[in-house]
């Protein structure tokens, strides 16, 4: 008897077993039906509800480059029938270089069943389903089902919870495309798909993408460079294995964004694109292979990463904090090694601690909103705002307005002039803060790979960068004879921090004008508003000393003025993404004189034409992509070089996120600007140009234009 209960309990529990329920390692499936009772003759909708185990999926009628879809096979009654599964909308998934389209999560895959007119009774549906469930490795499962409905003279509808999770599945099915589309193949028998979308504004469309419905004519890409135009959506895809002809209708389903007055909002359409024999695509503004975004090794990144970091010294935005750590350093000329030792190895701590936080949250960003960009918190007015307080108050520091007491010696520079360890650890962080907005030669690559990939080498590349950037302080440190070559301390280096002081003015100037193109003029008043608040606080706690109630009512009049300038912070998030340079004003950080403004369709079209293309893509807080523009870009005998040889300039402005930008630069493995691309005529593909830039570097790419032309 217990054998057979056993036994019993085992065969329950098997998904060779019918049931409306199948629970595997993966997958929990479910049967389920709109309605409760069948009317005779009158058809109903029912779905397969598959729950995901967490990082798996299952696969789209069109599995990509590997997978198998899922399939139901029915076993119904004499008389009853069962249309195709009606499939919503796939994701796309990316796992070792391979592309597939399918579920994650949770899927609803829909099938109208349609009773016989004369059915008496209960109505039985029963079906074998099949999957295939991949994470790392894919794993083959099945189920049966069964589900029982009772018939009656009107039907009624599934209980609430049903009705909602149909309307769920409803919503994830894609539209009927509005719009005509048709497809044309080139010369080298690739197809471009063009949806005649008539009126899109290119900026209100993002992440487009068409999953084509059957495997072989189309290949599955990782990425398809689409662009918006007035034409509509034309998306250059690539030719599949299929050895047989285009065929006369390509159908497939397309998946874009859409920015609305409510937020973005993810829309999904079935087309069928007809076959047009007079639609011959020529060349494309294709980033793929761009000439110099090779993709490097791990070794090779951290390579890059230090040698950036040394570089990044040289530096204008890293300069001035260097300046005023080697005026401190110069006071410990005389002292034992062992502090000279300890000021460099507490800089240098301060320098990849300061990394490693740094890794740390751009490894919580993208696990939460997957990608992110060198400098992203520039974009951040409210980070903006601060670290303008941050350079002003240094300032004042190095000016002799006040003095930062041992317990806050590492608040700001007092800090640097001051020396002492802590000094010297914060002035390690303050050096990767005014670092951030700079790039230097070898650090596009390096950072490009460090973003992309997992958290480990995420953080090995950081952390080879700050060593870089701290190697040379850490040298003479530990150098005696690198030490006896600095200048011996005396009243020189007083007048020298003082000096030091403009720099970090400056600096906060410069804040202050970034934060104006991301706010408006009002990021003026509230900055600068905060900062006398700021220097008020200061001379309140400067005046009187003591316990007496008069030095308690100071403090806390000090207290309120700081918290004041902080709460400006508040009203500048209210209005983020309002941008001077955003919105086209005369007054914006980035200069677009003799330039257009980038966009996808833009540069298609002027590659298309065979025209020679410049793109600079750049950013008000960008202390490189600025130098870059009056050292090489804007100089006069470039202007004109650029005028003869027929240029189309495209300027991209990311001082605020632009997921366009974005997206360029995630295609050529950049994390950031400055990025400068080049097409030589007819070209297609682009050549990626050194990020700190010359005359004679940029005259010597247009002078191969003429020289063309003769």
């Known amino acids: 008897m217990g054998r057979f209960l056993a036994f019993l309990l085992v065969l329950l529990a098997s998904p060779a077993f019918a049931q409306s329920v199948v629970q595997t390692d993966h997958v929990r499936s479910e049967l389920v039906a709109e309605v409760a009772t069948v009317k005779p003759g009158e058809p109903f909708w029912v779905g397969l509800r598959q729950t995901i185990r967490p990082k798996w999926h299952t696969y789209w009628k069109n599995p990509g480059e590997s997978g198998l879809p899922t399939e139901i096979a029915w076993k119904l009654p004499e008389g009853v029938r069962a249309d195709p599964i009606v499939w919503p909308a796939p994701s796309r998934f990316d796992i070792g270089g391979i592309t597939n389209y399918g579920f994650k999560d949770e899927s609803v895959l829909l099938v109208r069943i349609t009773p016989p007119a004369n059915l008496s009774g209960p109505l039985t549906l029963a079906a074998e389903a099949n999957w295939l469930v991949c994470e790392d490795v894919c794993i ?35 539209t009927q495309s509005p719009w005509p589309a048709r497809y044309g193949v080139s010369k080298a028998g690739d197809p471009t798909l063009l949806v005649e979308a008539k009126g899109l504004k290119a900026d209100a469309i993002s992440d487009i993408y068409f999953f084509p419905a059957e495997w072989g004519p189309v290949a ?122 300890r000021d460099g190895i507490a800089y240098t701590a301060g320098v990849l601690i300061s990394f490693a936080a740094m890794a740390g949250v751009v490894i ?34 190095l000016s002799g307005v ?49 973003l992309s990939q997992p958290a480990p080498a995420t953080v090995a590349v950081l952390l080879a960068m700050g060593l870089g950037l701290a190697l040379p302080y850490l040298a003479l440190s530990m150098t005696p004879a690198l030490q006896r070559l600095m200048p011996r301390p005396g009243a020189w280096m007083d007048r020298l921090r003082q000096f030091l002081a403009f720099p970090m003015y400056a600096s906060a100037v410069w804040m202050i004008w970034v934060l104006t193109q991301q706010t408006g003029a009002d990021g003026v008043l509230y900055a600068l508003g905060g900062m006398i608040l700021i220097a008020f606080a200061i001379w309140l ?123 360029v630069l995630k295609e050529l493995g950049r994390a950031g600007v400055p990025l400068y691309l080049f097409w030589a005529p007819g070209a297609d593909r682009p050549k990626i140009l050194p990020q700190v830039l010359t005359e004679s570097l940029v005259l010597s790419e247009l002078s191969s234009i003429q020289q063309a032309k003769r």
């Open 140 to 174: 083959p499962e099945e189920g049966r089902f069964e589900l029982v409905l009772p018939s009656g003279a009107a039907a009624t509808p599934a209980s609430p919870e049903t009705r909602t999770l149909f309307e769920q599945a409803r919503r994830a099915l894609p």
């Open 220 to 341: 599955t890409m990782a990425k398809q460079n689409a662009t918006v135009s007035a034409e509509g959506i034309r998306i250059p895809l690539k030719k599949g294995d299929a050895k047989t002809a285009m065929p006369a209708e390509l159908a497939g389903t397309l998946v874009l964004t859409e920015k609305t007055a409510d937020g973005s909002v993810k829309q999904a359409f079935d087309l069928s694109a007809r076959l047009d024999p007079a639609f011959v695509p020529t060349a494309t503004a294709s980033l793929a292979n761009a000439v110099g975004a090779e993709q490097i090794s791990l070794m090779q990144a951290l390579l890059f990463a230090l040698l950036g970091g040394l570089i990044l010294n040289l530096m204008p935005c890293v300069f001035p904090v260097l300046a005023m750590k080697a005026a401190a350093f110069a006071r410990l000329a005389g002292h034992e090694q062992s502090v000279m030792r």
């Open 364 to 397: 919580a960003i993208r696990s939460a909103a997957g990608e992110v960009n060198w400098g992203f918190q520039f974009q951040s007015p409210v980070f903006s705002l601060l670290i303008a307080y941050l350079f002003f108050v240094v300032g004042l520091n």
């Open 402 to 450: 006040f003095e930062v007491g041992g317990r806050l010696a590492g608040v700001g520079q007092g800090l640097v002039s001051r020396g002492g360890t802590t000094g010297a650890f914060f002035t390690g962080v303050l050096a990767v803060i005014v670092a951030t907005p700079c790039t230097a030669p070898f650090m596009a690559a390096a950072l490009g790979f460090a």
């Open 541 to 663: 706690l400067r005046i009187g000393s003591g316990a007496s109630a008069g030095t308690w009512v100071r403090r806390g009049l000090a207290a309120a003025a700081v918290l004041l300038a902080f709460a400006a912070t508040l009203k500048i998030d209210d209005s983020p993404a309002t941008a001077a340079s955003a919105s086209g004003a005369a007054n914006a950080g980035v200069s677009f004189e003799g330039w257009e403004r980038f966009s996808r369709a833009r540069m298609a079209e002027a590659v298309a034409a065979g025209k020679p293309v410049f793109v600079d893509f750049t950013a008000a807080w960008c202390i490189t992509c600025l130098v870059n523009e009056r050292v090489a870009l804007e100089v006069p005998a470039v202007r004109k070089a650029f005028e003869q040889a027929g240029v189309v300039k495209l300027k991209g402005d990311w001082t605020n996120r632009d997921a366009e930008i974005t997206g």
